[in-house]
């Protein structure tokens, strides 16, 4: 079935930023299947641009991980598959341990009235039935988190990170019944990283990431079966 997904012009981007958020967006919606070839001709014509914004957002996304590139065949949607979730998640889980356990000793009072904020952003995101919201309100709880650790270097490393881990966190939240518990698990590291109880705080995300990966596993084996 041919996928129905468009581009959408927006006066403040480039075209080629354009086209790479609207590639991205069709894979991470399932619009572009996972081992569906791209076609860099084929896709110009259906989203009305040339080869060249084609060719730069396919170099972009085979960066984030969303995009392979078979020699003799060309690039296509990269599988998700428990080895690429399992390498990504153990690197997450090492720099977000870290960066709890600094966020205890750094965190200002105002990093923590803006985390409660996000986290209660994120509760209202869960209403409204669009995971890129949900997602992105996610993503927002978490570099509030990193801002907070004072320590542009690992910012740094995480937000390399953070495209990487972007489909995962997608994948995890297009499973409502996990709501309850992220939403328990944000509320825990808030109340341990105000009381500076790094060993709690730590413990938390540590359950928090591992709760993703057995959630993410058990939707890839599903899809096999």
Do not use: W
């Amino acid at each position: 079935m041919e996928a129905n997904f468009q581009v959408t012009m927006n006066e403040y981007l480039p075209l080629r930023d354009v086209v790479f958020h609207t590639l991205r967006q069709a894979i991470l919606k399932g619009e572009l299947k996972p081992g569906e070839r791209l076609m860099e001709v084929k896709l110009a014509n259906k989203l009305g641009v040339s080869r060249t914004p084609i060719r730069e957002a396919i170099r972009k996304l085979e960066l984030e991980g969303l995009v392979l590139m078979i020699p003799r065949k060309g690039a296509e949607v990269a599988e998700i598959t428990e080895k690429s979730l399992r390498d990504v998640l153990e690197v997450r889980k090492a720099l977000e341990e870290l960066a709890v356990q600094l966020a205890c000793d750094k965190i200002t009072e105002e990093e923590i009235q803006q985390l409660r904020e996000a986290a209660r952003e994120f509760q209202k995101s869960l209403q409204s039935g669009d995971i890129t919201r949900v997602a992105e309100a996610d993503v927002q709880f978490h570099d509030i988190l990193y801002m907070a650790t004072d320590n542009q270097k690992l910012v740094q490393l995480l937000n390399n990170l953070r495209e990487q881990m972007y489909r995962y966190r997608v994948e995890y939240l297009k499973n409502d019944e996990a709501y309850p518990v992220l939403t328990r698990e944000h509320e825990d590291i808030i109340r341990h990283i105000s009381r500076r109880d790094k060993e709690k705080a730590t413990e938390v995300m540590c359950r928090h990431i591992d709760n993703q990966v057995e959630t993410v596993i058990d939707a890839i084996r599903t899809k096999q079966n």
